[in-house]
């Protein structure tokens, strides 16, 4: 299946890229042109994932097939009901996000691609891992956000690709990492140009 080979290879690419260490993190995808969709597996590394680590969902949270899903599977579940436009769902801890977030920072987005790609950050309170209250929050933001960071957890972006979800998250860490540096320089402010922002969005 395409997909899962996509979410394998942004598996890869998210530990080296350390968005994500050992079984931290999920992914998933719509199977195209049904109502079900695939989910990493419980306890699977991102690195090492095979198409065996994939479970099978449908829309109304029944498992259909494959292993175990991930503890986040309603995470993903909710964010694909809320969001018919949404084609894969990438969730991962990167560092310096969740962070800037835990120390009350706004992240900022300082590039053309940080504004094209991430638009805007939203944030939801600690809730527990796997839980009804986390995937509800998350996806309630999700309704004005394609990028959520889950206070001392992580984060998740949405795309209507899995190439569009995960440079979504890559571009939200860097803005991240930017940010970081931006407030080591005592620079409390800057950031893409606002004017330039409409500009690009409203094209």
Known sequence: MVIVDQLISIGRSAVGSGLVIASGGNLSARVPDTDHFVVTAAGTWLDALTPADFALLDLDGNHLGGPPPSSEWKLHHRAYRHRPDINAVVHVHPQHAVLLDALGHQIRLLTLDHAFYVRAVATTPYRPNGSDALADE?????????????????????????????????????AAIATYRSLTLGDHTTTFPPDAFQDLHHS
């Not at 990028?147 to 190439?163: A, D, L, N, R, Y």
């Open 138 to 174: 998350a996806t309630a933001h999700l309704t004005d956000h394609d990028c959520v960071i889950m206070s001392h957890h992580g984060c998740t972006t949405v795309g209507p690709t899995t190439e569009m979800a995960y440079r979504r998250a890559l571009n939200l860490e860097e």
